[in-house]
């Protein structure tokens, strides 16, 4: 092969592999910007459910049960959430109205501690069928799961402050 030759065949291959790294970086490109379409909620979501099916080793059956009560779980905080929504955007309008009712916004707002403690109970329903789902020796594997998941939430961080201690 003379030197033309190996000149032309270098020149495909090195052509060839630079298309490829284009199309590998286009299809990279594509994926990460239809993934964050997906709000960061939904992906945590999701990520969740699938640490959750890992953890406890969930079978087929135990799957299909787990997104029926998950579908029906987040069915009833959605409307519970729309309600607390509703009662906010009231709240805000009476506050800025020329005369807020207080009469008004005390009531808006036990409404709304009523809907959050509705919306504590689906949770810990929703746990309790999840529990129920699992056989005997997955059941240890749910509750580490929700407590490691109720530790590393945690409560709210305190704002800086006086009741900050000096260290």
């Known amino acids: 092969m003379d030197t033309f030759s190996r000149l032309r065949v ?46 406890v080793g969930l079978d087929e059956g135990q799957i299909r049960q787990f997104i029926e009560k998950r579908d029906l779980f987040l069915l009833k905080l959605s409307k519970e959430k729309e309600k607390v929504h509703q009662l906010n955007l009231k709240i805000v309008n009476e506050v800025f109205s020329d005369k807020p009712d207080m009469k008004k916004l005390e009531k808006w707002s036990s409404e709304i501690g009523r809907h959050e403690s509705k919306t504590s109970m689906f949770l810990f329903d929703h746990i309790n069928e999840l529990k129920q789902i699992a056989h005997p020796k997955q059941k240890e594997k749910v509750h580490r799961f929700f407590n490691n998941l109720f530790k590393n939430i945690g409560p709210p961080d305190k704002p800086p402050g006086k009741n900050e201690k000096k260290g």
């Open 10 to 55: 270098s020149t495909w291959i090195i052509t060839f592999l630079g298309v490829i790294n284009l199309l590998t970086l286009g299809t990279l490109w594509y994926r990460e910007t239809t993934r964050s379409d997906m709000s960061k909620y939904k992906r945590m979501e999701m990520e969740m459910e699938n640490q959750f099916k890992n953890e």
